[in-house]
């Protein structure tokens, strides 16, 4: 197409067309082994200056990393400020995770905090990832189940510093305290004045145990005085049900994330549903959504965590 003697290629699609002309090709290559110093990602390219038969010209870039220096992990376990090594139950803890690289703190990375007592840091043996702060340090606030456990930090290879892993820290938790089921009370009465028969009948949800103890008939027109007391009798086993004290959202849930949102080491749970999100904090303690609700101009698909951080549940 071009009249040099060589075949061409005509491309055509769709009514537009593209000309490939065929040319001689010349390949050469030179290779050179590069060790970039600095720490960091390094964008580098091929430039070829040119000679007398061709222009100069240059490749598109390719990321290199510099050479990794060492790293050291250290890692401490406090409780309010104060260093432990046993704790009693339902006892939030933190662990703080220290990476430095020489005398230096490294700044840039993340650190897994593991349960020491697995071989591999993976699954639900990884308690938590978290991300290096200014000062060298990650932090995890949580708290721990009864029984023993054994914790370390490891720091993650990326491209500003090679692997490292503390030395494991011990923690006994004590045991849990004893379960406390709901309960409620009612009252009945038989006979006439001067001579009533009251009942009291105690209903209690959740435990196999039966309710023990008295109950006492109280006044509560004239300063609460004391009519009467007796002795609970045998129970009767049952089914029965019970309120649920977590909060039912409005419309159809979406959405939800999982955060430690007011920083008590005890997950929260925030839900989006329609153009409404609520929060609700750890313990199963939950407010109805009407009142935990916070209006955004459209239904939204991410939720900022810091947008739970002022609602106290």
């Not at 200056?49 to 100069?56: F, K, P, Q």
Request: charged share 10%; aromatic share 6%.
């Amino acid at each position: 197409m071009n009249g040099d003697g060589r075949t061409d290629l005509l491309v055509g699609i769709n009514g537009d067309g593209q000309v490939y002309l065929t040319q001689p090709s010349e390949t050469a290559t030179a290779t050179a082994n590069v060790a970039p110093v600095a720490v960091g990602s390094h964008l580098v390219d091929a430039s070829y200056a040119g000679d007398n038969h061709y222009n100069s010209s240059t490749s598109a870039t390719i990321p290199l990393w510099g050479q990794l220096p060492a790293t050291s992990t250290s890692l401490t376990l406090t409780s309010q400020g104060t260093a432990v090594t046993s704790v009693p139950s339902a006892t939030a803890v933190t662990l703080t995770a220290k990476v430095l690289v020489g005398a230096n703190a490294m700044t840039n990375g993340q650190v897994n905090f593991c349960d020491a007592s697995a071989s591999t840091c993976s699954d639900i043996h990884l308690l938590m990832t978290a991300q290096l702060t200014s000062a060298g340090t990650a932090t995890y606030t949580f708290v721990p189940s009864p029984g023993t456990h054994s914790y370390k930090a490891e720091f993650v290879q990326d491209g500003f510093g090679l692997a490292s892993s503390s030395a494991a820290l011990s923690l006994s938790v004590g045991p849990a305290p004893s379960v406390v089921y709901s309960d409620a009370v009612t009252i009945s009465n038989g006979g006439d004045p001067g001579n009533y028969s009251l009942t009291g009948t105690v209903v209690g949800f959740g435990g196999s145990a039966a309710p023990t103890g008295t109950i006492s008939f109280v006044d509560t027109s004239f300063g609460n005085t004391s009519l009467a007391s007796a002795a609970l009798g045998a129970a009767t086993p049952g089914l029965g049900l019970l309120t649920s004290s977590i909060a039912v959202s409005s419309g159809s849930p979406y959405s939800q994330v999982v955060g430690d949102f007011n920083g008590d080491g005890i997950p929260d749970l925030a839900m989006i549903s329609g153009d409404q999100y609520s929060c609700s904090r750890g313990r199963l303690r939950f407010r109805s959504s009407s009142a935990t609700a916070m209006e955004v101009s459209e239904p939204a698909r991410r939720l900022p965590r810091a947008d739970c951080s002022s609602i106290r549940c």
